[in-house]
DNA sequence: TCGTCGTGATACCAAATGGTTTTATATTAA
DNA sequence: TTAATATAAAACCATTTGGTATCACGACGA
């Protein structure tokens, strides 16, 4: 019943929102400024950021009118911790992956 | 585009299948054993299945009148390689994994 | 102060999703 | 041969999902 796995599993899921992930590891940006990036209105945008938000991946911050969206890292730590339960099906160089995340868990 | 890796998140991001995938982890097992093991129809379970097949998870072979439903470890690689661009935000134990799986994926 | 800019929220819509029931088919056992 | 078994496939259904259009509102700039 972990819901912060499914949450991020679930945000994961869609492409235009990995895209959005990867588009905030480079820098921060408001929503319309993402929105300037995809071929789909800001509702639709904004709607996208709230299931990343739901997952734990980004942080919002508000900064007078507009919205910060920042990349939250650490919110992938429950999809790479339950993928680890697989190091052991893949070769000995994976394993120090999982020691690796394991470590990193709080 | 790359429909593999977009394949494979979809199916991770459902807890049924995150738990059928589980359960192929420790053992083989055709669709009416798992459907033991859940509280739905062998239909959903097997909807479940070609999701999970699409997705490259598990492989499929026919043996007599059953079907034997096998994890197939590889199928997760896309992910982990996605994944493993946002290596450089956690810290330096992490470096490692991120060779380790591209070394892995030829 | 007044318009406009950036966003939030809501109602609405078509398509996808996760489930069921029913019908059909091939394999095995008696 | 016949009945039971294991699965496949299709029709159907409610809910969720990804999108739109529209309206409301606080913050900024002239």
Do not use: C
Request: overall charge neutral; aromatic content about 6%.
């Amino acid at each position: 019943m972990n819901t912060q796995t499914q949450n991020a599993f679930r945000a994961l899921a869609d492409p235009t929102r990995r895209d959005i992930v990867l588009m905030l590891a480079s820098e921060e940006m408001t929503i319309g400024q993402l929105t300037d990036r995809f071929d789909m209105t800001r509702a639709a945008v904004k709607k996208h950021l709230t299931v990343l938000s739901d997952g734990g991946l980004i942080t919002v911050e508000a900064r007078g009118r507009e919205r910060i969206n920042r990349l939250e890292p650490m919110g992938m730590a429950p999809v790479l911790d339950w993928l680890s339960y697989f190091d052991r099906f893949w070769d000995d160089r994976l394993a120090n992956l999982k020691k690796a995340i394991e470590g990193n868990q709080k």
